[in-house]
Nanobody
Framework: QVHLVESGGGLVQAGGSLRLSCAAS????????MGWFRQAPGKEREFVAA????????YYADSVKGRFSISKANAENTVYLQMNSLKPEDTAVYYC????????????????WGQGTQVTVSS
């Protein structure tokens, strides 16, 4: 069992920045990927970014490329999502995910999910 705890959400004005954190604990995998998804009201959950265990490979949705950056602290099994130049359309509940990998843009690549953290961007 892997437990994920997210933090760092909040309210920010358009153009501002936030950093989300997600700490994984429990029986973590030897090989894994950690990712971020988001879900806005009335919309499906969508992929935001992902990173492999060694942090060599990172993946981003086109909508956040150049504005968001995913990184991780290996020793702490913690992943970060630095979000810059935020837009009102980035408003959503952001979920951290953890799993063995595969097609990292799909929720099926992940076995465990955090509880979600709200990000609200005002115009």
């Amino acid at each position: 069992q892997v437990h994920l705890v997210e933090s760092g959400g909040g309210l920010v004005q358009a153009g501002g920045s936030l950093r989300l954190s997600c700490a994984a604990s429990g029986r973590t995998f030897v090989t894994y990927v950690m990712g971020w998804f988001r879900q806005a009201p009335g919309k499906e959950r969508e992929f935001v970014a992902a990173i492999g265990r060694t942090a060599t490979n990172t993946y981003y949705a086109d909508s956040v490329k150049g504005r968001f950056s995913i990184s991780k602290a290996n020793a702490e099994n913690t992943v970060y999502l630095q979000m810059n130049s935020l837009k009102p359309e980035d408003t959503a509940v952001y979920y951290c995910a953890y799993g063995p990998g595969g097609n990292v843009v799909l929720p099926t690549a992940y076995n465990y999910w955090g509880q979600g953290t709200q990000v609200t961007v005002s115009s």
